[in-house]
T-cell receptor, first 113, second 111 residues
Framework: GDSVTQMEGPVTLSEEAFLTINCTYTATGYPSLFWYVQYPGEGLQLLLK?????DKGSNKGFEATYRKETTSFHLEKGSVQVSDSAVYFC????????????FGAGTRLAVHP | SAVISQKPSRDICQRGTSLTIQCQVD?????MFWYRQQPGQSLTLIAT?????????ESGFVIDKFPISRPNLTFSTLTVSNMSPEDSSIYLC????????FGSGTQLSVL
């Protein structure tokens, strides 16, 4: 069945460092891909999404490109801030939809000043 | 964007008891979902809560264990019945309103 694999955390970085969180997926058809973020004490929030191959999602300085050839959707940010400390979840949705999302295990990011 | 209030935010329960989790949305939404996040694992969809009809459960989840109510378009409850320590998880409500929004979750610990 469909699945999502994320790099294990925690990821610990200094402020202004470059961030990559790897995400690969297995799916039939052409799923949509998502990154969600969960700040401490809050619910999951949609960070960015891509609905077809080669699409690039971006938001708040974060980017991820839908790579069908490598079945990947890696999250990147050029310069992280302390306020980016959170848990990041990669997810896929079948048939281009938002419901019945399949999530990765989540990657905790800790950014230190 | 939809604002979701979920309560309780956390609870510690005894084995064999039941807990009902409430999810209130500030707007009418057609689709509401309940997810579970077991310790160290990813989120898993439990069921889709349908207004006016029975919930649709995913493989591995049954109504007797996780009864769900959806009395209107802004409210749903999930009950975790006859709890055991294996039910210790975070339970999240989510709604689809163009995109998927999540509540802050209920952290359940079963002793």
């Amino acid at each position: 069945g469909d699945s999502v694999t994320q790099m294990e955390g925690p990821v610990t970085l200094s402020e202004e460092a470059f961030l990559t969180i790897n995400c690969t997926y297995t799916a039939t058809g052409y799923p949509s891909l998502f990154w969600y973020v969960q700040y401490p004490g809050e619910g999951l929030q949609l960070l960015l999404k891509a609905t077809k191959a080669d699409d690039k999602g971006s938001n708040k300085g974060f980017e991820a490109t839908y790579r069908k050839e490598t079945t990947s959707f890696h999250l990147e940010k050029g310069s992280v801030q302390v306020s980016d400390s959170a848990v990041y979840f990669c997810a896929l949705g079948g048939n281009g939809g938002y419901n019945k999302l399949i999530f990765g295990a989540g990657t905790r990011l800790a950014v230190h000043p | 964007s939809a604002v979701i209030s979920q309560k309780p935010s956390r609870d510690i329960c005894q084995r064999g008891t039941s807990l009902t989790i409430q999810c209130q949305v500030d707007s009418q939404v057609t689709m509401m979902f309940w997810y579970r996040q077991q310790p160290g694992q990813s989120l898993t969809l439990i069921a889709t809560a349908n207004q006016g009809s029975e919930a649709t459960y995913e493989s591995g989840f049954v109504i007797d264990k996780f009864p769900i109510s959806r009395p209107n378009l802004t409210f749903s409850t999930l009950t975790v019945s006859n709890m055991s320590p294996e039910d210790s998880s975070i339970y999240l409500c989510s709604v689809q309103d163009r995109e998927l929004f999540f509540g802050s979750g209920t952290q359940l610990s079963v002793l």
